[in-house]
């Protein structure tokens, strides 16, 4: 496989430092070796830039969207760089960040695929808007602009309307969901499977399912979003939101990697490593580990 690394040193979708430093602590573990020792050609297309702005001016637009115009910045290079990487023939890894940074790299992986199937494994279901956040952080709403809800300068990232239909999204692992979200969820198809169902169903099953359905709709091309707070916070302390109850690490790699066994999965996110709250690096071991076994041949 041709794999294109594409780091996105960001933090402004979670206004919580720490995911921004994340590219780089990976790229000094040697994921571009390990990467190619499994037999992949792998270049490294370095960072989307990030333009730097003040905590105090994080609100400036007077929306409920935290850096708003420099993260648009960001999303906008992220949806372009991807984009340009598949149609060079490559995998675009995209290395996050917080979890923000999807709706850049998914936009441009929608521009190239007329089908596409997103499978976001994520504690959290990302699916609030401006309107709904408590918070106002955008990394709680990428999901629901990919899908045409929020904000119109989000929804439009890159190219105009929604990028994927809901009925083409399985949102895996997710809980911790706010009443917007929960609204959101009755008015429409999306699927969605509790980490609790994961757990139950085990890895295996879960994946065959999703597949099933995926390839039921005539859908040919997958694209995993990957937040390693999916995983419990026994083996991921080092990311932003940590939950209780989810997978364990064995088994969020197997998902992953019975997904990858499809040989329909083109492009991935993985985010929410939060350098800053690792400890004695448990959660670098278990992304190295993750590299490892998902992209074995």
Known sequence: MNINIIGVPTYYGSDKKGPELAPNKLRQNNIKALLS??????KDEGDVSVPYVEEKDKLKTGKNLKYHHPLLEVLEETADRTY???????FPLIIGGDHSVALGSISGIAKYFNDLAVIWIDAHGDINTDLTSPSGNIHGMPLAALMGYGDESLVNLYSKGKKVPTENVWLVGAG????????LISHTNLKVYPSSEVIKKGPEETAHMILDMIKNRGISNIHISF???????????GTGTPVKGGPNSEEAILLVKKLMDSEMVRSMDLVEYNVSEDKDDITLNFIMDFINKVFKM
Request: hydrophobic letters at 40%; glycine letters at 6%.
């Open 37 to 42: 020792s499994l037999l992949h050609d792998v």
């Open 84 to 90: 340009n990487s598949l149609k060079r023939g490559f």
């Open 176 to 183: 911790d969901l706010d009443r917007g979200e929960l609204d």
């Open 227 to 237: 937040d390693i707070d999916f995983v419990d916070e026994a083996f991921v302390p």
